[in-house]
């Protein structure tokens, strides 16, 4: 899992540097920020996930990493200060949030001015419909033309975004204008 975190990143990430205070937001086991932190010991990393068993089972997998922590927070209510963070990231989650609008504007929020919110998620298709009707986790997909007009309205520009696996899975980095 560690080593299969560990070439997610860059991909994830297409390359983009995750740099200084980094929130990942609905982190799960911990195991990207740890690939994360490993990859670049020098920034500063909160991983959050609304579920506090996967809280713990995250602070466990950081236990060796002193600039980083896990806490339990819901993404679409984040209890951190405005433009607090340089980098969110946001790694297959957004669409188990129902209103995963509302998790782009709170990562926005906590961006400061020339941050960037950076990740990947499902879009909607049939087979994502079917594997997530069958393992029964709360989710709704996000509509291939929906994910822009959410960065539009928050105010963050599209720096890169990508689609992959035949228009399955999106790839994006969104930067926080630098003077607003
Ligand atoms: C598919 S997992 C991805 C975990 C991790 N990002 C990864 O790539 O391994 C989705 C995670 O989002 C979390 N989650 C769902 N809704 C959330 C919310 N509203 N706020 C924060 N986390 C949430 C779930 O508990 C789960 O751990």
Known sequence: MESFARR????????????ENVLEIGGGSGAMAEAIVQANPW??????NADPVMVE????????????????ADATRLPFEDESFDTVVSFLMLHHVIEWEHAVVEGSRVLRPGGALVGYDL?????????????????RLIDPGA????????????LA????????ILRFVAQKPATR
């Open 123 to 139: 879009l909607a298709s049939r087979m994502a419909s079917l594997v997530h009707r069958a393992d029964r986790s709360p989710h």
């Open 43 to 48: 920034v500063r990393l909160t991983t959050t």
């Open 161 to 168: 975004l990508r689609l992959s696996f035949g228009g399955r």
């Open 8 to 19: 997610m990143v860059p991909w994830a990430t297409q390359g983009f540097p995750v740099t």
């Open 57 to 72: 089972v995250a602070q466990q997998c950081l236990v060796r990493f002193p600039h980083a922590e896990a806490c339990q």
């Open 147 to 158: 994910f822009k007009p959410v960065l539009d309205q928050v105010g963050l520009e599209l």
